[in-house]
């Protein structure tokens, strides 16, 4: 970007010479964007605790049930057999999350993503609330044990794990559903042992993560904030700093004329005592910048003290502070936006045929044909029918197009809502509707008198008929 040292991209700024972690004490932020950001993270919290509580039709809102193998999405249930939608689904998401960041930077990460919010926007300010704001923080770090000390640091503990207990519940909650939560709070967790212990696992994790953890689990486990090498190119909008207006930096001298012009960042140190990954965002775009703009209040409310133009750090590409370009639409942008939509057309379309119920018809495996002593001949087939409905639907099976009868092999065929059922019968034909050795057939699932979906098959017969 400009001729500023790139020695700072050497190591990472929580990490000393030595190897240790260097904690980084953030001074609390304040300012525009950081009371947004907190109405964000606020009506955030709020869905993110609210969901789990809203029912559509006795079912959850959203539920992501790994275990059994079934996602409920606005109320929708989807089976493994729509794995093809979520990964449509997954692709999507992908090329949007690519594209958002070759324009936008990481303004997810800054805004939405769940570490930061949490960490941020909870945790950090049960900190500020227990502990001050950054230097009564380090004071009482580097302070002996003492009775203000265990207060302080006990009442931080349990405030950390409490939270992090209800978080991996309403986690927990997403995945089994609210009324399985409840259902075993109300039961005694001790007696559902095989949930109580991976929730207090994740508690614990949750507890680390937020206890110590921190902004590494952005800066060297978060694979979306790896990837920003590759994504970011100089017409991307990050948070940056205006090095054209800015440098040559120097404090300001109240009574001298100062030797050389001097750009307008009078080197306070503002921007990177508020910095929650301690680097300082006038060395440039780097990995540990999650976008969260505290520097950005901070260095707006030094230019307003020094009376001169708010923005030196602000939401800008590198062509933009460069040459004062604005966003330019780039092949790039255009190649991912066609991606998307065209993504978006098959996921639609794919969603709107998509079936109830769906049907698998299989012949009996090693069986040929049947004479029957009619004459007929016969074929024995296997079928599997899911159900996606809340409905109980007694099911018709018919030839469509064929001449022929299916017999169905025991009771008659019920599907139970969200279930899947299984069912053997034949199809029966006479020799002059059996042309040859392998015959097409289709057969169409009905429930009471209504198509619900159909089905090619083969049927094999003796042939030369
Ligand atoms: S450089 Fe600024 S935007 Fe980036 S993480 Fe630090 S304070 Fe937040
Ligand atoms: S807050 Fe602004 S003026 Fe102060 S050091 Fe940072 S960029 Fe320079």
Redesign the pocket.
Do not use: L, M, S
């Given at each position: 970007m400009s001729e500023l040292n790139d020695e700072f991209r050497d190591s990472i700024g929580t990490i000393t010479a030595e190897g240790d972690r260097k904690w980084i004490f953030a001074k609390k932020p304040f300012g525009k964007l950081y009371n947004a950001r907190t109405i964000v993270s606020y009506l955030y919290l709020l869905v993110f605790f609210a969901l789990p509580w809203i029912k559509v039709n006795g079912e959850p809102l959203f539920m992501f049930n790994l275990i059994e193998r079934k996602f409920i999405l606005f109320g929708t249930i989807f089976w493994p057999q729509d794995f093809f939608l979520f990964v449509i689904a997954m692709l999507t998401f992908m090329v949007f999350v690519v594209l958002f960041t070759v324009v936008f930077g990481r303004l997810f990460c800054?805004w939405i993503c769940p570490q930061t919010i949490f960490m941020e926007m909870v945790f950090r300010k049960i900190e500020y609330w227990i502990e001050g704001d950054a230097e009564k923080q380090k004071r009482l770090n580097d302070a002996e044990w003492n009775k203000e000390k265990v207060l302080k640091r006990g009442a931080k503990f349990f405030a950390f794990f409490g939270f992090s207990f209800i978080i991996a519940h309403y986690f927990l909650a997403y995945i089994i559903g609210m009324d399985a939560v409840v259902q075993y709070m109300s039961e005694g967790l001790v007696n559902h042992i095989g949930t109580f212990i991976p929730l207090v696992v994740f508690s614990f994790v949750f507890f680390a993560v937020y206890w110590r953890f921190r902004e590494q689990a952005c800066i060297i486990v978060c694979p979306y904030g790896r990837l920003q090498g590759v994504m970011l190119d100089p017409n991307s909008i990050v948070?940056a700093y205006d090095y054209v207006r800015g440098e040559p930096r120097g404090k300001m001298k109240r009574h001298a004329e100062p030797e050389k012009k001097l750009g307008d960042c009078i080197d306070c140190m503002a921007?990177v005592k508020?910095?929650?990954?301690g680097?300082d965002?006038r060395n440039g775009t780097?990995l540990?910048?999650?976008?969260?703009?505290?520097?950005?209040d901070?260095c707006d409310h030094i230019m307003e003290s020094v009376h001169k133009p708010t923005g030196l750090?602000r939401y800008a590409s590198e062509n933009n502070i460069a040459r004062s370009e604005k966003l330019k639409v780039t092949p790039r942008i255009i190649a991912y936006s066609v991606v998307l939509v065209a993504l978006v057309a098959v996921l639609f379309a794919l969603m709107l045929t998509r079936k109830d119920v769906q049907a698998t018809v299989m012949r009996a495996q090693g069986m040929l044909f049947q004479k029957q002593e009619d004459g007929r001949i016969s074929n024995l087939y296997n079928i599997k029918l899911i159900n996606k409905t809340r409905n109980t639907m007694p099911v018709e099976l018919k030839l469509i197009g064929t001449n022929g009868e299916i017999q169905v092999v025991g009771k008659s065929i019920v599907m139970q809502p969200e279930s899947a059922s299984d069912a053997v019968f034949f199809v029966i034909m006479d020799k002059q509707d059996i042309p040859h050795r392998k015959n097409k057939i289709e057969i169409g699932v009905y429930s009471k008198g209504e198509k619900l979906d159909d089905v090619n098959t083969n049927f094999m017969g003796p042939g030369g008929h």
């Open positions: 800054g948070v921007c508020v910095c929650p990954t680097i965002i780097q540990e910048c999650v976008n969260c703009t505290a520097c950005i901070a750090i």
